[in-house]
């Protein structure tokens, strides 16, 4: 009998979670969806990893390898990330008996109000758990099933990345680690990225990430060829080597619109990187002081390119704000604290 199966594809944290799994003694599987990703390099082995080559919602074919899997390996967790919920539900409607966990990763959690997800109700009635990555989604879920309330927990977000040797870009460059979807907002940081061009060209952007919504993507590029920044970004699809690419870049940066708890922070973090950050979500909670790290409101160009400067400008301040922020990290977002809430939570292990 396996002792996890995580479903949710190759995002990060179904990864890190898989892996801190297996890497405490536990049988664990990993679900992929749609597509392998550019997270898949990072699977360990110790991780059984099986595809259900998903083609829509609606795709039987790839349902019935799900039952078929779940038949096979009997779990006696389900961990469904996002919205993998949808097919867990109707996997534990038609053959249940085993403990059914629902991760929401919502990036959102700044508009709750204008997104209240009211259809996943009926679904949550069937899980067993509810595992939120930050407070606000779990006040909000807790508000709306008061009866249900030791049933659902905040636990952070964490990195699970084998950091290897710095090998840094001449050019001082800024890591951009985001999907290319709208709530990222990638436009705001090339507006910056003009900006900070009309005082200095010493630098350059790194975009990377999947291409989750194509037309984000041509948004980008387009700009990019219209207002003359090719030699100051670059846009790439997903990276198998995350970790190279860390130990590459000088800095991190995000330009979000609305975050959950971004695990491209923590990984920035992990990587000793001084970081720029809009301040959305709980991205206030990791970058906690200035000394840690530049946040700044969201959809402000001028701020960010205000930020990025100072990140080139002062090399000390940009160095001892990395190493703090390294220590934060591991200190309160390892994996190793992520497995004692979930085990106190499930109280199954």
């Known amino acids: 009998m396996v002792d996890t199966l995580e479903m949710g594809g190759t995002e990060r944290m179904s ?21 392998t990703g550019g ?3 990072h699977i360990p082995n110790a991780v059984q990893v099986h595809f259900l080559n998903k083609k829509a919602f609606y795709d039987f074919a ?17 961990h469904a990330h ?21 991760h929401d990763h919502f990036g959102l959690s700044d508009q709750l109000d204008k997104f209240p997800r009211k259809e ?49 870009r001449g050019l001082f460059t800024f890591l951009h680690l985001a999907n290319f979807r709208s709530q990222k907002n990638h436009m705001n940081l090339l507006e910056a ?20 919504e194509e037309s984000i993507k041509e948004q980008v590029i387009a700009t990019i060829n219209t207002d003359d920044l090719q030699d100051l970004v670059e846009v790439h699809g997903p990276e198998n080597e995350v970790s190279a690419i860390l130990n590459s870049c000088q800095a991190g940066i995000l330009s979000s619109d609305s975050e959950g708890l971004p695990v491209a922070l923590l990984e920035y973090g992990l990587a000793g990187l001084p970081v720029v950050c809009t301040d959305v979500g709980d991205c206030s909670k990791v970058i906690s002081s200035s000394e840690l790290g530049i946040l700044v409101s969201p959809k402000d160009p001028v701020a960010l390119a205000e930020g990025m400067n ?24 390892g994996g190793e604290g992520f497995f004692q809430k979930y085990v106190s939570l499930l109280q199954v292990l």
């Open 15 to 35: 990864i890190n979670i898989a892996a801190v799994m297996a890497e405490k003694g536990y049988q664990s599987h990993l679900i992929v969806s749609r597509r």
């Open 39 to 41: 997270m898949s390099a």
């Open 62 to 78: 790839a349902f019935i390898r799900l039952t078929q899997l779940k038949k096979k390996y009997q779990p006696n967790i389900l």
């Open 82 to 102: 996002s919205t993998s919920i949808y097919w867990a539900v109707a996997l534990k409607i038609i053959s249940g008996k085993f403990l059914l966990v629902w």
């Open 120 to 168: 996943m109700l009926p679904l949550l009635r069937w899980t067993d758990k509810i595992i939120c990555v930050n407070d606000k989604l779990s006040t909000y879920w807790k508000s709306l099933l008061p009866k249900r309330k030791k049933d659902i927990a905040t636990i952070k977000n964490f990195p699970f990345l084998i950091m290897g040797s710095k090998s840094e």
């Open 193 to 212: 990225t003009k900006i900070l061009a009309q005082k200095r060209n010493d630098f350059k952007i790194l975009m990377v990430g999947e291409f989750v």
């Open 310 to 333: 100072t990140i080139i400008s002062d090399a000390q301040k940009a160095k001892s704000m990395g190493e703090k922020l390294k220590a934060k990290i591991f200190k309160e977002y």
